[in-house]
């Protein structure tokens, strides 16, 4: 039968290759975005944060970029492992301590 | 720092029963969450607390749901009577006021089941 319930979007990636996730967020007025990993049968991990006065900011091997023309948000990963295989969520927050998730991309890195 | 900790991992009870969700947030951080996961819904607030006085609680879905923190150290997330569309992954996350950043720091959860 049909399924049900969220669709995430779904990323493959080889290896070794870079990974690009993105996300469209809601609310212009949102000044503060965080990336956060969540690994099957765990809690979501922050990964890095970026507040709107920024446009990029830079982890290890991850880079966050905000574009808020569009309203648009994304993920680098570089050299993509295995252990980077999880659902990453980006998430927004305008002036206040609550945090709005999007619906999380699925990872898979393919040996 | 054990991080934030959750009890029970897992939950399985019938319609109709009490259900308690623990958490103990990390110490020293001020402000507390608590989060529903579904597929249907992904993850929701239902409340947070600052110095353990809530201060938001519109994410939560009817009043069957109450949440409490007594103290720094401790909240509890109840559901009276628990029905099977309560059958989520239940989480607590905590945070510290911090200038410049304040992403969270989220439990394990808690798997609850409702049959």
């Known amino acids: 039968g049909e399924s049900v319930g969220l669709h995430l979007p779904t990323l493959s990636v080889q290896e070794g290759d870079n990974s690009i996730i993105n996300c469209a967020y809601s609310n212009s007025a949102s000044d503060y975005f965080i990336w956060y990993k969540q690994e099957s049968g765990k809690g979501p991990q922050f990964i890095i944060d970026?507040?709107?006065?920024?446009d990029k900011r830079q982890g290890q091997r991850v880079t966050v970029l905000l574009n808020k023309t569009v309203k648009h948000l994304s993920l680098q990963i570089a050299a993509t492992q295995p252990g980077d295989s999880a659902v990453y969520f980006c998430a927004e927050s305008y002036n206040d301590y609550k945090l709005s998730f999007g619906a999380g991309t699925t990872v898979t890195v393919r040996a | 720092d054990a991080g934030v900790i959750q009890s029970p991992r897992h939950e399985v009870t019938e319609m109709g029963q009490e259900v308690t969700l623990r958490c103990k947030p990390i110490s020293g951080h001020d402000y507390l969450f608590w989060y529903r996961q579904t597929m249907m819904r992904g993850l929701e607030l239902l409340i947070y607390?600052?110095?353990?006085?809530?201060?938001?609680d519109s994410g939560m879905p009817e009043d069957r749901f109450s949440a409490k923190m007594p103290n720094a150290s401790f909240s509890t997330l109840k559901i009276q009577p628990s029905e099977p569309r309560d059958s989520a992954v239940y989480f607590c996350?905590?945070?510290?006021?911090?200038?410049?950043?304040?992403?969270?720091?989220f439990g394990s959860g808690t798997r609850l089941t409702v049959v």
């Open positions: 996350a905590s945070s510290r006021t911090q200038q410049g950043n304040y992403g969270y720091t």
């Open positions: 607390f600052n110095n353990n006085v809530p201060i938001d």
């Open positions: 970026i507040r709107s006065n920024m």
